[in-house]
């Protein structure tokens, strides 16, 4: 860890180093000394791409969500919308170590949003296109109240990946997909296809 | 503020010192100078009560916490468990100005929680204690799948104020105690009371 590569980076590179940083110590020891001593680059290097820590945080926080979001928007359509929204959700779940590095990283940066404006406009942008994805499923299948438990949905889920990253022992995989379960089929009370989709895969 | 005390201070100042710090400009300046600074103490008055860091923080979590679940337990029980749950639960959503800076540092502990072994340990008997505290409500009306629903409706709240603390404008207090309620409905679904208490108070 102790090498030093003086030749140049890349804006993409660094945002990885910075992902790990946060995952594996709290994103509250992503300096930018530690970002580029986990990408092997000195210091100027990363202040050759952002003059500011803030800009390197913005910056990580938009590919991190951009690459979510792709994820998110490649679910089935042609699945049965429980499914769909299962499928889709329980990308936000740490249900394996890769969600949870993720899902301790976009917390660190939810709770971040709350002193940044930048990061906190990215966040907004975020929640409100999730929402939105949620909300036109619920209201193809003629749910009651659908941007309202579309709302629901999405904070259950994030809710449930900040319980558990801390308290992983009351939150097992198993138990996070069967309350995230109870919690669509819960969602679609009162919808058209309400009897016919009660059942989730399991 | 740059005055400074060399006398004596308790940890409960230190505490609310702390709790001011991280409220206002996140809990990753919660350093142990900028607590002395705060409380206008010495670093030396902070180190004669916390021998570390991480020691300050877990005495300001636990007491934060305590505190927090008085208040949830204050609830009068002869309310009408609907509106017992929104009073309670409402607690934890930032609906004023003082609900804010709590949402702001209970979620800030709850993702440094994911790096700490002993903030992971209060948050899992918080959350322990939050969840068997509304899963009894739930059995006392005879609410299906009682101690699942009642996990669901803590991550909602958890996750309602970890989504508003960063996008206030997208989740106004109304719209925070709207959503709180519908969920609260939908988790009383199939409920003996259900049917009678569907309406909550304004």
Redesign the interface.
């Known amino acids: 860890m102790r090498e030093r590569r003086y030749s140049s980076t890349s804006p993409d590179r660094l945002a990885a180093a910075l992902f790990d940083v946060a995952a594996e110590?709290?994103?509250?020891n992503a300096s930018v000394r530690e970002v580029a001593k986990r990408a092997g680059v000195s210091i100027g290097a990363v202040q050759h791409h952002f003059s500011t820590k803030d800009d390197m945080f913005a910056f990580a926080l938009r590919k991190f969500v951009d690459e979510l979001l792709s994820r998110l928007a490649a679910v089935q359509e042609d699945e049965a919308p429980s499914r769909a929204l299962f499928a889709a959700l329980s990308q936000l779940l740490p249900l394996d170590d890769a969600r949870s590095r993720e899902a301790?990283v976009i917390?660190?940066f939810?709770?971040?949003?709350?002193?940044s404006p930048t990061?906190?406009e990215i966040?907004?942008k975020t929640?409100?296109t999730i929402r939105t994805g949620i909300s036109a499923v619920l209201i193809g299948i003629g749910t009651p109240?659908a941007e309202?438990?579309a709302?629901?949905l999405?904070?259950?889920?994030?809710?449930?990946?900040?319980?558990a990253?801390?308290?992983p022992?009351?939150y097992p995989p198993e138990y996070l997909q069967?309350?995230l379960e109870?919690?669509i089929r819960?969602?679609l009370?009162g919808t058209d296809a309400h009897r016919s989709e009660i059942e989730l895969a399991s």
């Open positions: 110590s709290g994103l509250e301790h917390t660190a939810a709770v971040r949003a709350a002193t990061l906190a966040r907004r929640l409100f109240e309202t438990r709302a629901l999405l904070a259950t889920v994030d809710g449930l990946a900040l319980d990253i801390g308290s022992a009351l069967h309350v109870t919690q819960l969602t009370t």
